[in-house]
């Protein structure tokens, strides 16, 4: 093909070079010198078949090389000098390249004519060799021509050729698309003849190109019509043969592309970043094509095809993944190049086509557009496909069925804390994971949207697909930090959840557009828990453990109803008749209220004042012997007692000891056969007294067979029920005649149970009052079984609550839980999400679920803290059933322990368990050595979060090794334990999500490593029996010591004024909420006093625990700060003169008085103290003579007094308290009791029902 010379037009003679010209000319020669250097490098390596054109070519290009030195010097001289002789040398020049440019356009046209051109007729191989050698060839040399056209570009802007810019920008964009289109043909082994012509092509091109730009340069100034004609007209005529071979061939070029690499080998990488760069330049280019107006193609096909490229290539197309020379991934290697180079041959072609086009190329573009969504489809299909050949086990979530959002919000804020973690354990995940994080938000905050769409089908099931994306994007991340998996594995696995989010997304829009819902009375799926608050409750708690869990002792006396006439029964049995040891059983189905029945006897004060001593148990269907008998020895002698401390054959003898002489009471409630009886009656003497053994069974022939006295507890009455109903739900307030008619049948509905009646209660304290929505209530809820009415409270539960609740069923029958260690398993197992635009922190979210379920009568209340709040909570059996139920739909498992003890394990997998709890208490005869309880066991799973095996058998905890071992599950947020090693290691440093850390310590002090305060999730770091030591460590330590903003309770640490702990460690603590220390002696000379440690900067603190160490020295100093609202202190040993300190603390709300605490006979109350001070406890004080008023104590709620057996008498004056509720006395004198006594008397004479009394101890009270 012959094209324009423009050599002869009467313009390129162009006249002399003036001085002003030199600095265009310089620029100028500068890329034509590129220019040439490029073509001659091809053409020198060009193999030609015309031996005569050979010749010519050789003399051309040994020629230009002669004249490059020449060319270079002229550039290299210097412009300014304005001198004739050297705008000679210019001219010169010019006059040179002008005479080569027109030799180069000769040689094109005969290189377009010479057929023979390097193509082998007979041998495929060789022909194969030279298809790749040219091509890469000619790649090459359109990288150096699309360099040197940007260099064009510039002459042209700078001479603002206006036209000829646009001329060779638009040649840029061809040049670009179709270098990298062919640049994907090399070292393909593609034996189609038809390829020939595109290399063939491909040389035309890129020398006509080379010729154009190099004419360009030479024209710039004043090009003419005609050559900005033949360049912007040379690509589309170059084109039209070539357009006809790739739309008749597309798809045999493109499968022969695909089988090419079969001979590639498995271990060589198929992909690099110029096809990934290539990508996102037809991405680009689509996207510029998608605003021409008209558009070729529908532009909503258009856009789609847009965002799933974007799509892929974000999440996709990555080097890591897609360069991975495992033979697993090659097929989507293979795929994704395909689909590639089939949209560069899609964009290539559409360049020249036109709307309304009738030719071959613009019907191919036309149809082509869905054929690439198809691929796009198919491409996504087989990722997915690939991602679940590795992880079929995750095809479905490990989150529980209930509160999905709540747990993906935990799954959100986890992300957020992993991107912004300075360890950066994401790093080659990061943009996939950033990219993901996004997605998974903006779906989340979709779903905030849909009101009570949420109770619809449609809603539900996209709520399980959200809820299982996230948790396989949670599960690919967990398994890149602990380094599980090749990173492709987990690139890939990010890309299968993305395009699971995206098809999400694009659904939930969908409905939330056309969906419609009408009223409901079903709360909302986003209801929160609601935030009552809870008074202390008049009946008192006896003894019991106040941390971790322990066997229930009382439960609430209101919690159930309580039968007036059936406790005047009981107690009258127990009180009177034979004086011989007699047994009374109350009988009856579950559900009855035996257990409160038996609670509220147990409490009455004609029981307390009747009885010496008190002890309750609680056997249910499984139970421990040895176990119950420590528990009520413990009763008996007023402390805790260790198995460690005695043996089992010990303990029948002393507790045999301690009942021996004495009028005791022993509640055993919950007997399920006659083998527990017989098992524990042998320490209870029968002295003829009057003591008496009550215990609660289900079944009358087991009362029979223990020879005991039934009491057959009756059903309530329809009148009981509804003013039982009225009670729960309306409490003081006045019911109303339509109330009470709804009430009246909806209590006749419970058939007399008392817990049917309580859970319909707690259902209709939490439906709104009005008469239709409890209507609905009414008419949907029409079986009396327990269960149903279970099922149907349950439901009604705002999801957050739901998994709350059904966690009861992982603790073992018939214990109590501690709240707060509830609270901390809530929040690091995700049930607890902070709300947002709220200051209130998880802890205190967490206790709002709490006292919510307690409100719904769901939870018994045990025990109550010191300021009024639930201190420990269990289920009714009945409920934990239920409760276990539902977890075994949510994927716990509980296996026993062969050698005693229960797992609770939470997960689908045993690989994936993130939660196992172990309860130990089976069997304490049982001699448990090292061997019997291996740590080693727990690094199977490697994703847990949870673990707590705070109650292992003691002298089986955890050693040095151990810590070790578990220090590699980098996902644990909490962690109890039991240790057997008075040095935790440095790899503990390692559980970068720990959030609590809870220790049990055998030795007193437990040396903490340095690496622990690296932990900035940390909320909790506590230990029992122990305190932590930090003494090995060094002084650098101190200096760089980082803050731990989110640290809110450590205990216990030690503690002196000005040591390095105070100075440094607390200081750089200043979120600390609640502390626990040991204080040792800090003896001043200067001061002549002992200086407690500076503390009043820690604004925050509320609780504050203190137990001295040192001498009895004083006086002494102390620092508290004003906030505080609870202080501890035991073994101070100070003067009563001394308290004053602590009477001015303005905020303080509880005191506890332990051991010797403060010492003399005398306290002296002076007025302006403990102004807003609500509970205060004396325990183990040696104070004879209480001078005080009510005054002095304006707002006190509760006193306890505890072992102060040398106190003559309660002021008789506090009784006139107005806020006073509860006086609880245990172990003290008589004549304090007495005064106690005295005390509750006139204020139930002045109607004073407020009041209540609680009094254990050996010295009896007289009536």
């Not at 360890?423 to 998974?440: D, R, S, V």
């Not at 090693?981 to 959030?995: F, H, M, Q």
């Not at 008397?1241 to 009896?1260: A, C, F, Y």
Request: aromatic share 10%; glycine share 4%.
């Amino acid at each position: 093909m012959a094209s324009v010379d423009p050599y002869d037009d009467p313009l390129i003679h162009h006249p002399p070079i003036k001085q002003e010209d030199v600095d265009g000319f310089i620029r100028m020669l500068k890329v034509v010198i590129r220019i040439l250097r490029s073509h001659v490098r091809v053409l020198s390596q060009w193999h030609i078949g015309d031996q005569d054109l050979q010749v010519r070519v050789k003399l051309f290009v040994d020629t230009l090389r002669k004249l490059f030195p020449d060319f270079q010097s002229v550039i290299d001289s210097n412009p300014t000098a304005a001198e004739d002789r050297t705008l000679s040398v210019f001219s010169g020049v010019f006059k040179v390249l002008r005479s080569s440019g027109a030799e180069m356009a000769r040689i094109n046209d005969l290189l377009e004519d010479d057929e023979m051109t390097r193509i082998p007729s007979d041998d495929s191989d060789s022909r194969a060799n030279i298809y790749s050698e040219n091509a890469e060839q000619i790649v090459s040399f359109i990288d150096s021509l699309l360099h040197n056209l940007k260099g064009v570009l510039l002459i042209c802007r700078a001479n603002s050729i206006i036209l000829l810019k646009k001329a060779l920008e638009d040649a840029h964009d061809r040049l670009f698309l179709f270098r990298h289109f062919l640049w994907l043909i090399p070292n393909r082994h593609i034996e189609q003849t038809n390829m020939f012509v595109v290399f063939k092509f491909a040389r035309t091109l890129a020398f006509k190109t080379s010729l154009v730009l190099y004419t360009a340069c030479l024209v710039s100034n004043e090009p003419s019509d005609e050559l900005i004609s033949e360049i912007r007209d040379s690509f589309p005529i170059l084109t039209d043969a070539f357009h006809n071979i790739l739309i008749g061939g597309a798809s045999v070029i493109c499968d022969e592309y695909l089988k090419s690499f079969v001979a590639v080998p498995d271990d060589t990488p198929i992909m690099d970043d110029q096809v990934l760069a290539f990508a996102d330049y037809l991405i680009n280019k689509l996207r510029i094509q998608s605003y021409n107006d008209p558009p070729l193609a529908p532009k909503d096909l258009t856009d789609i095809l847009i965002d799933e490229l974007s799509f892929l290539r974000c999440n996709l197309m990555d080097h890591l993944l897609l360069q991975n020379p495992n033979k697993e991934i090659k097929p989507l290697t293979i795929s994704t190049q395909a689909l590639i180079f089939e949209t560069g041959l899609f964009i290539y072609l559409s360049l020249d086509a036109k709307e309304d086009d009738t030719s071959p190329t613009a019907s191919y573009c036309s149809s082509k557009l869905p054929d690439l969504l198809k691929a796009v489809d198919l491409l996504k299909k087989q990722a997915s496909d690939l991602f679940n050949k590795f992880f079929p086990e995750l095809c479905k979530s490990n989150y529980p069925n209930n509160n999905v959002l709540e747990y993906v919000d935990f799954h959100i804020n986890k992300l957020e804390r992993l991107l912004h973690s300075k360890e950066a354990p994401l790093n080659a995940l990061k943009h996939q994971t950033e990219t993901l994080y996004e997605e998974i938000v903006s779906v989340r905050k979709l779903f905030c949207d849909i009101g009570e769409l949420a109770n619809s089908s449609q809603m539900e099931f996209l709520l399980t697909r959200y809820r299982d994306a996230a948790y396989q994007a949670e599960y690919v991340i967990d398994s890149f930090v602990i380094g599980e998996g090749s990173i492709w594995c987990h690139k890939l696995g990010l890309f299968v959840v993305m395009k699971d989010v995206k098809i999400l997304q694009k659904e939930v829009k969908s409905l939330l557009t056309v969906s419609t819902v009408g009223d409901s009375v079903v709360p909302s799926l986003f209801g929160g828990a609601s935030s009552l608050a809870h008074n202390p409750p008049n009946i008192n708690v006896a003894v019991g453990s106040t941390e971790g869990i322990y066997y229930r002792v009382e439960e609430a006396a209101n919690d159930l109803v309580v039968l007036k006439d059936a406790e005047e029964e009981i107690i009258e049995l127990l009180t009177g008749g034979s004086r011989q040891l007699k047994l009374v059983s109350i009988v009856g189905m579950p559900g009855l209220g035996k257990t409160t029945l038996a609670n509220s006897v147990y409490n009455h004060p004609s029981i307390n004042l009747h009885f010496y001593v008190r002890a309750w148990c609680c056997v249910s269907q499984v139970y421990e012997k040895d176990t119950l008998l420590f528990d009520i020895f413990g009763q008996i002698v007023g402390k805790t007692i260790q198995s460690h401390e005695t043996s089992p054959e010990d303990i029948v003898q002393k507790l045999y000891q301690s009942l021996k002489g004495r009028r005791y009471l022993i509640v055993i409630d919950d007997i399920w056969d006659i083998k527990a009886w017989n098992d524990l009656k042998g320490p209870f003497p029968d002295d003829g007294n009057g003591s008496r053994i009550l215990f609660t069974a289900r079944e009358q022939a087991v009362a029979l067979e223990a020879n005991s006295i039934p009491y057959a507890l009756r059903l309530l009455s329809p009148e009981e029920s509804c003013k039982l109903l009225l009670f729960k739900v309306f409490g003081g307030e006045i019911c109303t005649p339509e109330w009470l008619t709804i009430s009246e049948r909806i209590a006749r509905n419970c058939k007399g149970l008392p817990l049917a009646v309580v859970l319909m209660a707690g259902i209709l304290k939490r439906t709104e009052r009005k008469e239709d929505c409890w209507e609905h209530v009414s008419n949907t809820l029409i079986s009396s079984e327990v269960s149903d009415i279970l099922e149907f409270s349950y439901k009604h539960l705002p999801n957050c609550l739901k998994p709350c609740f059904i966690y009861f069923g992982t603790f073992p029958e018939d214990i109590t839980v501690s709240a707060t260690k509830l609270i901390r398993l809530w929040i690091c197992e995700g049930f607890v999400q902070q709300p947002s635009l709220c200051q209130k922190s998880l802890e205190q979210e967490a206790e709002n679920y709490l006292n919510d379920l307690v409100d719904r009568s769901l939870l018994m209340v045990d025990r109550r803290s010191s300021k009024g709040g639930v201190k420990a909570c269990h289920v009714h059996d009945i409920l934990r059933d239920f409760c276990t139920i539902k977890l075994r739909n949510e994927r716990f498992l509980m296996q026993e322990h062969k050698y005693g003890g229960t797992f609770v394990l939470y997960g689908d997998l045993e690989k994936h368990i993130c939660s196992l709890l172990f309860y130990y208490g089976l069997d304490r005869t049982i001699n448990f050595r090292r061997n019997l309880f291996n740590f080693r066991f727990v690094l199977q799973y490697e994703f847990l979060g949870v673990l707590d095996l705070e109650n292992v058998p003691f002298g089986s905890g955890a050693n040095t090794t151990d810590f070790v071992n578990i220090a590699k599950l980098v996902q644990l947020r909490y962690l109890a334990i039991g240790v057997d090693t008075d040095n935790i290691p440095s790899e503990i440093g390692n559980l970068r999500n720990l959030e609590t850390f809870l220790l049990t310590g055998a030795s007193d002090e437990i040396m903490l490593p340095e690496t622990i305060w690296n932990l900035v999730s940390l909320r909790h770091i506590l230990t029992k029996n122990s305190f932590f030591s930090f003494q090995h460590y060094n002084q650098d330590f101190y200096q760089y010591f980082c803050q731990l903003d989110n640290l809110k309770s450590i205990s216990a640490i030690p503690l002196s004024h000005g040591d390095d702990i105070e100075k440094f460690i607390l200081r750089r603590l200043t979120g600390i909420q609640k502390l626990g220390c040991k204080f040792s002696n800090s003896w001043d000379d200067s001061t002549g006093c002992n200086l407690f440690p500076v503390l009043n900067f820690l604004s925050e603190l509320q609780s504050l625990k203190v137990f001295f160490l040192g001498k009895t020295l004083y006086p002494c100093k102390f620092s508290f700060p004003s906030n505080l609202k609870k202080l501890s202190l035991s073994n101070f040993r100070l003067p009563w003169d001394e308290i004053s300190i602590i009477g001015q603390l303005p905020n303080l709300e509880v005191l506890k008085l332990l051991n010797n605490t403060f010492e003399g006979q005398q306290w002296d109350m002076r007025e302006g103290e403990f102004e807003n001070l609500k509970f205060l406890k004396l325990d183990s004080l040696n104070i004879e003579l209480w001078n005080a008023s009510s005054e002095h104590l304006p707002c006190l709620e509760k006193l306890v007094l505890i072992s102060c057996q040398q106190l003559e008498e309660i002021p008789s004056s506090f009784g006139e308290i107005p806020t006073l509720q509860l006086i609880e006395m245990k172990w003290c004198s008589s004549s304090a009791m007495e005064s106690v006594k005295q005390i509750l008397e006139e204020q139930r004479e002045m109607s004073n029902d407020q009041l209540n009394v609680t009094i254990v101890g050996v010295v009896k009270i007289h009536g």
